[in-house]
């Protein structure tokens, strides 16, 4: 069989070599005759595996060390909950920065649990000359005083990436779901970040949390243990069962991002793939991108038909040349090309062969 590139914003890919070593490793694991989900949690080999998999982790990412590293149960909507819970007791007040779909998500979810009135929202993405842009305003300028200020680093149905760090008077939350460790960052800029691990890091249901120590005192409201941040630091995430197979895997994606050079090595790739995906949408006129190229997502690509009448032939045809799962968000509509750190840099090159011909085809 040729080649499958898979190209879903999420469950997304995982890359070859840890999806065959966890193969081989499926049933015994480590020499122990068992798979890794059937031994206890507090077992010594699986203790080992966390410490491993979260010094490589602080590795790859130079967190500092005044920060904690959670593994949370509840992906990226979780923490929309998680830092309203854990940080906007006593009527405290949060600002959200709204850029796309995810952004929009996160701020219903803080009304919902904090109601309107601790909730701020300033929408930073306009449309200029056709292209969404985004723009951050002068946060010192602002009266109000803020427990944080949320952001969407990535919005991943959209196609828009926004900043690495924010000018800002306020402890940074920022969710990473979409872009954590496709690119260097300054972790010291923020005062939390997470991430939903089914893009970078491993299957769904995962999430991880870089939170930093201070930010533990915050007033919290009354909540489930389980999702308390302090609880899960004082249990080394382990409050209850933790998602023992994600976890894993997680661990051997950190392990594979090493082998390949660490972040350095995997951001100068992305930055190649992406260049090549969009130097393809702008030089052919039978496609289009709507977003400004200061903001255009090096992991989402999203670009659209001139002709969407032929969207369903599109996708047909390009699923036979096995270039699979390149349907847009159903709320945007178009094409979506996710092209994660798993994503090798020969699948955006077929993607791009397969636009070109299917253009000339059709022109
Ligand atoms: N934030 C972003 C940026 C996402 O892309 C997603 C999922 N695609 C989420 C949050 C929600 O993640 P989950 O489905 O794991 O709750």
Known sequence: MSAIYNFCAGPAMLPQAVMQKAQREFIDWNG???SVMEISHRSKEFIALTKQAESTLRELMAIPDNYHVLFMHGGGRGQFTNVV???????????????GQWSRSAIQEARRIAGDQQIDEINI???????????????????????YVHY??????????????????????????STIMSHNIDVSRFGLIYAGAQKNIGPSGLSIVIVRDDMLSLPSLVQSSIMDYKITKDNDSMFNTPPTYAWYLAAEVFEWLKSIGGIDAVEKVNQQKADLLYACIDSNPFYKNGVAKVNRSRMN?????VDDSLDAKFLAQAEAAGLVAL????????????????MPIEGVQKLVAFMNEFAKQNS
């Not at 306009?126 to 109000?144: K, Y």
């Open 152 to 177: 969407c680093a990535n919005e991943t149905v959209d196609g828009i990436e926004v900043f690495d760090s924010i000018d800002s008077p306020w402890p940074v939350v920022a969710d990473l779901s």
């Open 125 to 147: 993405v306009e449309t200029v000359n056709g292209l969404q842009q985004v723009t951050l305003p002068d946060l010192h300028s602002l009266d109000n005083d803020y427990r």
């Open 327 to 342: 349907k847009g968000h159903r709320i945007v509509g178009g094409m979506r090309a996710s092209i994660y750190n798993a």
């Open 301 to 305: 690509v999203t670009f659209q038909l």
């Open 32 to 34: 122990l005759g068992v």
């Open 85 to 99: 819970t854990n940080f906007l007791g006593d009527n405290g007040r949060a600002l959200y920065l709204t850029t």
